[in-house]
């Protein structure tokens, strides 16, 4: 079984639920306390062995490629400022000459188009997919935890999660016998379910493991869910073939940082984990609480 080394990002939103800020600057550069969404997913990635990186871009996105390129000045000034500290953090930013490759999304067509635009890049291996939007918090990263038991089952694997039955229309939803163990067989999916049609809780959120069939499935560039070409579409047409799919129910606490409630959410409790922030925001919080 080929191990996965690479990983889309598609990153090619335009962020409208966070206007006026992503006017200028994309959304997967807003910050989580000092960090970027976007490092977070690229963090995650490095630890699970993913070597080679496809960002999936459009226009207004240089941000991107250039938050990841050195900064000779700046490592420079702190350098001789003796702020190794700040000099670490910094350089924990860099990409290898090589590392990433920016391909283009001209038409937002949707998740599954997103990923197809990266076909090229991709040759006859599994590859993963994260969605930066999709923060997830625990002490073995998610798509880490998805890589080893890849390794032993093979095939599509979609990180799963279990949702209230009134919030499963805002997701895909897999199709699967009892929840039992953490890995789940599954039979079908649908995406956005209409409210009371879905096939079980159990909804997909932003990390997958897929193999090159999923792009045949996407280049029929099929609409579904909103007029869209949905992943989760492609996603289902493997059920029933030898790769089948299995759902993958992660450790940890997932953030939609897709969303302002989301987002703020996070901050809070990043911000918390911070041992150097930890007792004046949690004294600040613990103050406001009275307040409220």
């Known amino acids: 079984m080929k191990k996965v080394t690479k990983a889309i990002f598609p990153v090619a939103g335009m962020g409208t639920r966070f206007l006026p800020a992503t006017k200028s600057i994309p ?23 993913i070597t080679e990186f496809i960002f999936v871009t459009s226009r207004g996105k240089s941000a991107l490629e250039d938050y990841f390129d050195g900064s000779p000045y700046l ?15 910094l350089q924990e930013t860099d990409m290898e000459s090589g590392a990433i490759a920016y391909v283009r999304q001209r038409e937002a067509l949707g998740l599954g188009h997103a990923v197809w635009c990266a076909r090229r890049l991709l040759g006859d291996e599994p590859f993963a997919v994260l969605l930066p939007d999709d923060v ?9 935890q998805m890589v080893e038991a890849h390794a032993e089952v093979g095939g ?12 499963t229309s ?25 409210p009371g049609t879905a096939p079980s809780n159990l909804a997909v959120i932003g990390r997958y493991i897929l193999t090159p069939a999923v792009m045949s499935a996407l280049d029929a560039k099929q609409t579904g869910a909103g007029g869209e070409i949905q992943l989760t579409d492609a996603i289902a047409k493997q059920v029933d073939t030898a790769d089948g799919v299995t759902g993958f129910k992660f450790e940890g606490q997932r953030f939609d940082c897709g969303s ?8 809070v409790a990043f911000g918390l984990e911070r041992a150097d922030l930890r007792d004046e925001f949690g004294g600040f919080l613990k103050d406001l609480a009275t307040r409220i």
């Open 27 to 49: 959304k997967e550069i807003l910050c989580l306390v000092d960090r970027p969404l976007i490092q977070y997913a690229i963090d995650e990635a490095r630890a699970a062995g």
């Open 75 to 89: 490592e420079n000034m702190l350098r001789e400022k003796g702020k190794t500290d700040l000099l670490t953090a």
């Open 136 to 144: 997830i918090c625990g002490a073995t990263p998610c798509l880490q």
């Open 156 to 167: 599509n694997m979609v990180a799963v999660m279990e949702v209230p039955e009134e919030r």
């Open 170 to 194: 805002a997701y895909g939803v897999v199709d699967a016998n009892g929840h039992d163990g953490t890995v789940v067989p599954v039979k079908g999916m649908v995406e956005k379910p209409a």
């Open 260 to 267: 302002k409630a989301g987002f703020l959410q996070a901050t």
